[in-house]
């Protein structure tokens, strides 16, 4: 895939290109794969430097980013990228359900052929993202499908709370689509058989079927949660011998404390 706009030099940039989207569809990437996390200050100045803009168009799209939930603007503060914290969390899993389910559900009864190619296609890439090893690739496809689905519902009220909850559903997929065990090696597959049955449900036009998957899916990213709050520590951090900590270890037939 094409390298990530704001990585990539003014110099280098199309002739004509419209850098605000360009900015704006960046910020949107890094922040969805944690390239940007949680609670970090975003820098107006240095933001139009990168892409060649005045602090008034930055501002501009800052503000529609906000509207968005990308990010977070107070009075006299910077700019920030959304919080994560444990309230949006539980909010992100009450909610969650009821979206993914009625969009998923409408888009079972509405989608076209054209749209089931589409979504086919996501598909590809994300199977390929997974096969290469590319966990930005793996969130970015994941939250395309999604929004893919999401769109064939043709709902204007639910798309814009769907987009919503999809910024925190890539941040916590960036875990899911790490894993570092065998349990979460076949979570993946799973994951990726659920897409392609979601797929043939929608193309069934069978929404109670569609719905059930895309509930089970869900399921599937909340057992990773506690991940994402409490990671697993670091082996090469832990892996010290306790002379090395400044520790004494108790000797032969003495009890540690």
């Known amino acids: 895939m ?25 910020l949107r990437r890094r922040i969805l794969c ?12 240095e933001l139009g430097r990168e892409f060649g803009l005045s602090r008034s168009p930055v ?23 959304a919080a994560l914290n444990h309230e949006a969390l539980r909010n ?3 909610a969650a359900p ?16 054209e749209d089931i190619a589409g979504l086919k296609r996501i598909q590809v890439d994300f199977c390929r993202s997974v096969a290469n090893g590319d966990i930005d690739e793996r969130v970015f496809n994941n939250d395309r499908f999604h929004d893919a689905i999401g769109r064939m519902g043709r709902n204007p009220y639910w798309l814009p709370t769907l987009h919503r909850l999809q910024i925190d559903h890539a941040r916590l997929a960036k ?8 349990r979460m090696v076949e979570e993946l597959a799973e994951a990726i058989r659920q897409h392609d049955e979601m797929i043939e449900a929608i193309e069934r ?6 719905a059930a998957l895309v509930r089970a899916h869900l399921d599937l990213s909340r057992q990773n949660l506690a991940m994402y709050v409490a990671p697993p520590p670091d ?15 108790p000797g032969r037939g003495q009890q540690a404390a």
């Open 2 to 26: 094409d390298r990530d706009p704001i990585d990539t030099p003014l110099t280098e940039l199309p002739v004509g290109a419209d850098r605000k989207t360009a900015l704006l569809e960046s």
């Open 92 to 94: 992100f899993y009450l």
């Open 235 to 249: 082996d090469a951090l832990l892996d010290v011998a306790p002379e090395r900590q400044g520790l004494n270890p």
């Open 175 to 182: 875990t899911f689509y790490q894993p570092h065990d065998q």
């Open 205 to 210: 036009h069978d929404a109670d079927r569609a």
């Open 98 to 113: 009821v979206v993914y389910v009625a969009t998923t559900r409408l888009a079972a009864l509405h989608a076209t052929a």
């Open 59 to 81: 501002r501009e799209l800052l503000r529609q980013m906000a509207a968005e939930g990308y990010v977070e603007l107070e009075a006299n503060r910077a700019p920030r990228v």
């Open 34 to 45: 944690l390239h940007l996390k949680p609670g970090t200050l975003l820098d107006e100045t």
